[in-house]
């Protein structure tokens, strides 16, 4: 069903978007949108990091016991 709207339909959903909700109100929504993308990609950063903390806290020690008093 999509396959079949083109340019001209898809101009005319925005037409008619804009008449119902005004300027000021898309603008409004995009800025949320794009606050919640922001605010989406720090907590996968953050969970990112705590993750490879938490792998370098668990890291094992290989050093060879002779070769640890050398540092």
């Known amino acids: 069903m999509l396959n079949n709207i083109g340019l001209p339909g898809l101009l005319l959903i925005a037409v008619v978007?804009?008449?119902l909700f005004g300027r000021g109100k898309i603008?409004?929504?995009?800025?949320?949108?794009?606050?919640?993308i922001t605010a989406f990609k720090k907590?996968?950063?953050e969970g990112t990091k705590e993750i490879e903390?938490?792998?370098a806290d668990t890291?094992?020690?290989v050093t060879p016991?002779?070769?640890?008093?050398?540092a």
């Open 43 to 45: 907590g996968v950063n």
């Open 53 to 55: 903390d938490g792998a």
């Open 17 to 19: 978007v804009l008449v």
């Open 65 to 70: 016991e002779n070769e640890k008093d050398k």
């Open 27 to 36: 603008a409004n929504l995009m800025g949320e949108v794009g606050k919640g």
């Open 59 to 61: 890291a094992k020690d």
